[in-house]
């Protein structure tokens, strides 16, 4: 249920042509980072974003780099006075791929693809993955294949490769790892930062919880009618629901002397109430006190942040 994986790939060093200036490989740090770039003069680069639809990703990605504590920053300058060039890339509009230059070179440039927020490949949110490895490739570093990195060869929207995976309602918000950064500091010289916020955030606000959850007894012994109110129905971004979606549903258990706490564990309903309709289920009860807890779960398998609960004795 995860957004398919976009390449992220690097322009081919074209020495000839001053895009880059060409090194051999130098040795793999201890940290894992790869440096295959001269590094930038002066600690500044002047940029100027002709992409202008993605402005709002150029600004997130930019902003991972310069708190990054690497005594380097990327200042927005008028198109007259930048070293760095971000551009569409010419007759395409959308494409799984991006495209930098690689360190300091008189004609530096960033490709990205035009922005699409119904594409689970080029939207804002991509955008920014995107975005934050070109400049990585900018700044002089390499492809990192060893290890969790922004600066993996692809990714998707819940982070490279090698990362760990939020869920896929979410997005990688913290755009940096240690290793990016060390790898800047390596180049740059300054103090790693640590990156401050989540590591994943939400793309969209979850569903409501059930409510109204009420019980009555069936007839047969420790069998019990509940009831409870399906929530309205939420929309998913384009772009995530344009990827995999399944109907709405929900979870409901029933555990002895505690509430269950992980709906992801536990079987999911079909709705038969329709959106602020209200829901009756059968339920077998133990003997005893028990916990009822019912989740309302949206089309991307992403449960209500609290349950409805009732305590019932038996």
């Not at 990327?74 to 495209?99: D, K, M, W, Y």
């Not at 080029?122 to 934050?132: D, F, H, K, R």
Request: aromatic share 8%.
């Amino acid at each position: 249920m995860g957004v398919p994986a976009m390449r992220i790939t690097v322009a081919a060093l074209a020495c000839a042509a001053g895009l880059a200036v060409c090194l051999g490989l130098l040795p793999r740090s201890a940290h894992g980072y790869l440096i295959k770039g001269r590094p930038w003069p002066g600690g500044v680069i002047r940029y100027y974003n002709a992409a202008t639809d993605q402005a709002w990703a150029v600004r997130h990605a930019v902003e991972a780099w310069n708190s990054s504590g690497a005594r380097i920053r990327f200042v927005a300058v008028p198109a007259a006075q930048a070293q760095l060039r971000i551009e569409h890339f010419q007759g395409v509009s959308c494409t799984i791929n991006s495209e930098a230059t690689v360190g300091y070179a008189r004609v530096a440039r960033i490709w990205i693809f035009r922005r699409d927020d119904s594409s689970p490949y080029c939207n804002s949110y991509m955008a920014v993955q995107a975005l934050a490895h070109e400049l990585g490739h900018v700044l002089g570093l390499g492809h990192e294949v060893e290890g969790c990195a922004r600066m993996n060869p692809s990714g998707s929207l819940q982070g490279p490769r090698l990362c760990p995976r939020g869920q896929p309602w979410q997005w990688r918000c913290q755009v940096l790892t240690a290793d990016d950064i060390a790898g800047a500091v390596a180049l740059y010289g300054g103090t790693a930062g640590t990156p401050s916020g989540p590591r994943d955030c939400d793309l969209y606000p979850g569903i409501g919880a059930p409510s109204g959850l009420r019980v009555a007894w069936a007839g047969p012994p420790h069998e019990v009618r509940i009831t409870f109110r399906r929530p309205r129905s939420i929309a998913i971004p384009r772009f995530l629901a344009a990827v995999e979606a399944f109907p709405e549903s929900f979870v409901a258990a029933v555990v002895p002397r505690r509430c269950a706490t992980d709906p992801r564990s536990l079987p999911h309903y079909s709705w038969t109430a329709r959106p602020g309709g209200v829901q009756v289920k059968l339920m077998t009860f133990a003997p005893g006190t028990s916990c009822l807890t019912v989740w309302a779960v949206d089309s991307l398998g992403r449960p209500s942040d609290r349950p409805a609960e009732l305590w019932v004795k038996t």
